[in-house]
């Protein structure tokens, strides 16, 4: 990014950021003046993103989401570097496997749960004694479509999804009226994480949606940016779906 617009003050801190999603959303914020603090598992991965958006507005902390000493670490280091946390998006997630749900490894269910759910409920304590408690501020968690109906062969994701979804009306319900609490249900979105749903099939795999293409990371990043944004300051407890209108053909044959 060439050109920077003036600082808006605020400061977010994405997980799961280094790519995808939750880089389009980090984007989204520096794009509005917001320094971020991005996380993820890969270094390498961290430094390319940091050096892309711009390394005055923006500080990475490696390390997994699950991890609590990992959350604290990322929280710790933001108000060192910026004085605030205004905003948590809970981003990072993992789908490990895919199968009829019956066959089910509930290893692999417990570690799903572990970095899709639980990583976010650490995330929101942190940020909640940090700074929001007293100052105010937005969570956002990206849950997803698999969480609001049946999600064949993807059953683990689609339950900690759902699980999502339930944390952000318990969140909202219980940091209100000092932070704001929503989620955000995307369909694909064209990143590597859903890349074996699309990958050398993308017509094929577009065609249910009504808006004719499958969803870009800057899609949901512009659906993050307005839930951390004044405009949505009536907006609590509620998850957007963001699909191009997949969710329409439910049930039409």
Not at 6 to 29: D, H, M, N, P
Not at 66 to 80: F, G, I, K, L, S
Not at 94 to 118: F, H, Q, S
Not at 160 to 176: D, G, W
Request: glycine share 12%; aromatic share 6%; net charge negative.
């Amino acid at each position: 990014m060439t050109e920077l617009p003036e600082l808006s003050g605020k400061v977010a801190l994405v997980t799961g950021a280094s790519r995808g999603i939750g880089y389009g959303i980090a984007e989204a914020f520096v794009a509005r003046g917001d320094r971020v603090c991005i996380t993820g598992r890969g270094e390498d991965a961290l430094k390319e993103a940091v050096d892309k958006l711009g390394s005055d507005r923006v500080i990475a902390v490696p390390g997994k989401a699950a991890d609590e000493a990992h959350q604290a670490a990322a929280v710790e280091r933001t108000m060192e570097a910026f004085g605030r946390v205004d905003f948590l998006v809970n981003n990072a997630g993992t789908n490990p496997v895919a199968g009829p749900i019956a066959e089910l490894d509930l290893n692999v269910a417990r570690k799903v749960y572990e970095t899709n759910v639980i990583s976010a409920l650490g995330f929101a304590q942190q940020t909640w004694k940090a700074w929001q408690k007293e100052n105010g501020g937005a969570i956002l968690n990206i849950a997803s479509i698999a969480g609001v109906s049946a999600s064949p062969f993807i059953g683990a994701y689609g339950m900690s999804k759902a699980a999502m979804i339930n944390l952000t009306l318990q969140l909202a319900h219980e940091f209100a009226p000092t932070v704001r609490v929503n989620a955000i249900a995307p369909a694909v979105v064209k990143t590597k994480f859903a890349q074996a749903l699309y990958e050398g099939r993308e017509a094929e795999a577009a065609a249910p949606y009504p808006l004719g293409r499958l969803g870009v990371p800057s899609d949901i990043g512009g659906a993050a940016a307005f839930l951390t944004s004044d405009q949505s300051a009536w907006v609590t407890g509620q998850t957007l779906v963001v699909d191009g209108g997949l969710l329409l053909n439910l049930g039409v044959h």
